[in-house]
T-cell receptor
Framework: DADVTQTPRNRITKTGKRIMLECSQT?????MYWYRQDPGLGLRLIYY???????NKGEISDGYSVSRQAQAKFSLSLESAIPNQTALYFC????????????????FGAGTRLSVL | QKEVEQDPGPLSVPEGAIVSLNCTYS??????FMWYRQYSRKGPELLMY????GNKEDGRFTAQVDKSSKYISLFIRDSQPSDSATYLC???????????FGQGTRLTINP
């Protein structure tokens, strides 16, 4: 089983709909991240969380919200989806212990392909 | 200007060739540099990381950092079709909260 699991893997929705993307991890990491990937733009950080009570905006948080329900679960919501939110979304985790925080090595899920029509 | 710049390619080379993938960065505070490999329809996976300047070798892969010119390179020797993927470079400040990624270079190795 994957260490970082994202659901759903694919989703097609309509403009204005509320969408939730879910991420769960079995790595025991405390830090979790949401990114979107667009052709030619690479990975851009949407939100990140260093523990259950810590939520931080990334570089492109407008139109998105997150919830850290437990150390192992981090969900991303699009309150009212719009077509330019069509992208590949990735969840990632990292470990602040054992020197991990110094390197900030992140481990990614397989991604959710979202299309907003 | 993006903090990490990477030519998106695509780059296509014959099997067995030496591949050179490059990034430049602007943040002098970066101390850790990483290369991720992403196969089609998969998430990025860490390939290698280096600390500060110098070289690091792992099998057919060599990562190189030149802090004086703010240049990051990944060399692939004896390239294989299985190396076909998108390669992303990233920089990080020690203890910082996030990685900064380049745009990714799509590489194809032709049999």
């Amino acid at each position: 089983d994957a260490d970082v699991t994202q659901t759903p893997r694919n989703r097609i929705t309509k403009t204005g709909k509320r969408i939730m993307l879910e991420c769960s991890q079995t790595k025991g990491h405390d830090r979790m991240y949401w990114y979107r990937q667009d052709p030619g733009l690479g990975l851009r950080l949407i939100y990140y969380s260093f523990d259950v009570k810590d939520i931080n905006k990334g570089e492109i948080s407008d139109g998105y919200s997150v919830s850290r329900q437990a150390q192992a679960k981090f969900s991303l919501s699009l309150e009212s989806a719009i077509p330019n939110q069509t992208a590949l979304y990735f969840c990632a985790t990292s470990d602040s212990g054992t020197g991990g925080s110094a390197k900030n090595i992140q481990y990614f899920g397989a991604g959710t392909r979202l299309s907003v029509l | 200007q993006k903090e990490v710049e990477q030519d998106p390619g695509p780059l296509s080379v014959p099997e067995g060739a030496i591949v050179s993938l490059n990034c430049t960065y602007s943040n002098s505070a970066f101390q850790y540099f990483m290369w991720y490999r992403q196969y089609s329809r998969k998430g990025p996976e860490l390939l290698m990381y280096t600390y500060s300047s110098g070289n690091k070798e792992d099998g057919r892969f060599t990562a190189q950092v030149d802090k004086s010119s703010k240049y990051i390179s990944l060399f692939i020797r004896d390239s294989q079709p299985s190396d076909s993927a998108t390669y992303l470079c990233a920089g990080s400040i020690q203890g910082a909260q996030k990685l900064v990624f380049g745009q990714g270079t799509r590489l194809t190795i032709n049999p």
